[in-house]
């Protein structure tokens, strides 16, 4: 076994990302990369520390052919976990790349689905459209519905696709020989594209509020003009959401092949309490909004329900994990 192999094994059995790694060796995490990518060798200092870190001998470090280590960490678990080769780490990326394309037209059909039924609202409120109430309603809920089921098709079709894969979200693994280093190599290629479409998706999002008070302070006594100008910015905030979708799904591909960030081992030890705790909260949400919604027939403002379940999440999503880290 090579010292990349060994580097690697050493790490994920320790439970460090590269990162912690980097900074246990105060190194950088591109060094620790290298390394484990057969690309460099640390010098005579650093493999001291190496040692020192694991607990292990310097010769079993630098000498192919001992396999065993002299220290006291034991690989008896490390060789039971299922081993992700360059194939299989290759077809992973190919097929989220594609599906994050899919993912993001569904979220943004989901965002559009209730415009129709904000427009045709406020339409069957003036009479010389001659539009009733119910037709109005009818019209809106069959669009919506529609846009909505054509979402849910595109996710369960995704989701197919990607089941094969799922073990790299949940489960601990090892991979081969170069896979980390081609990985980390194209995670590094794409930063710039992440950092990018980030940038263009929150500016699409704050953008989004123009249309709306434009249209209030050109004429705010118009409500068709107000509902339109309302529809234009969910438009703009849905192009926004695509930007995030598309670049945070391919990101994180690169993360649960590096197990980093959110795929970390502590991170993957909680994973079964937060999806759990996602699903019922995300269930409540869309329960609260259907409740408010078909109750009072406020659809024109039952969508800010929505933007507060998205920004509460994340907090509670922190917590979660912060009382993950500190029961561990």
């Known amino acids: 076994m090579i010292f990349a192999d060994k580097l690697i094994q050493l790490r994920k059995k320790a439970g460090w990302s590269q990162e ?62 299922r081993r992700v080769s360059m194939e299989e780490a290759n077809a992973f990326l190919s097929v989220k790349a594609m599906t994050s394309k899919s993912i993001a037209l569904g979220t943004f059909l989901c965002i559009l689905s209730p415009i129709c039924l904000l427009i045709l609202g406020i339409v069957s409120e003036i009479p010389e459209y001659g539009l009733t109430d119910n037709m109005a309603g009818g019209i809106g809920m069959i669009i919506l519905l529609t846009l909505v089921t054509i979402a849910v098709a595109i ?43 980030n940038i263009i998706g929150t500016s699409f999002c ?4 123009i249309p709306f008070f434009g249209g209030a302070m050109f004429n705010d006594e118009n409500e068709l003009l107000l509902t339109i100008m309302l529809c234009v910015s969910i438009v703009l905030v849905g192009i926004g959401v695509v930007f995030f979708v598309r670049s945070g799904i391919v990101w994180a591909s690169y993360e649960k092949l590096l197990q980093e960030g959110d ?29 408010y919604s078909l109750s009072t027939n406020n659809w024109k403002y039952s969508w800010i329900i929505w933007v507060i379940a998205g920004v509460i999440f994340p907090a509670i999503i922190i917590i979660v994990d912060f009382l993950g880290k500190r029961k561990g």
């Open 155 to 197: 996710f369960i079709s995704s989701d197919r696709k990607t089941a094969a894969f799922n073990y790299l979200e949940k489960e601990v693994f090892e991979t081969e020989y170069g896979v980390s280093g081609m990985v980390a190599e194209r995670k590094a290629q794409y930063n710039r594209t992440y950092t990018r479409n």
């Open 263 to 291: 795929y970390s081992k502590v991170k993957k030890e909680n994973q079964s309490v937060i999806t759990a705790i996602s699903g019922v909260y995300w269930l409540i949400a869309t329960a609260i909004y259907l409740g």
């Open 20 to 81: 912690e790694l980097a900074e246990q060796m105060n190194v950088t995490r591109q060094s620790v990369s290298k390394w484990e990518g057969a690309q460099s060798v640390p010098d005579l200092g650093k493999m001291i520390r190496l040692s020192e870190l694991f607990n292990v001998s310097t010769d079993y470090l630098l000498k192919d052919e001992i396999e065993d280590v002299g220290g006291s960490i034991s690989f008896d678990e490390a060789s039971t976990l």
């Open 206 to 209: 704050i953008m989004a509020l």
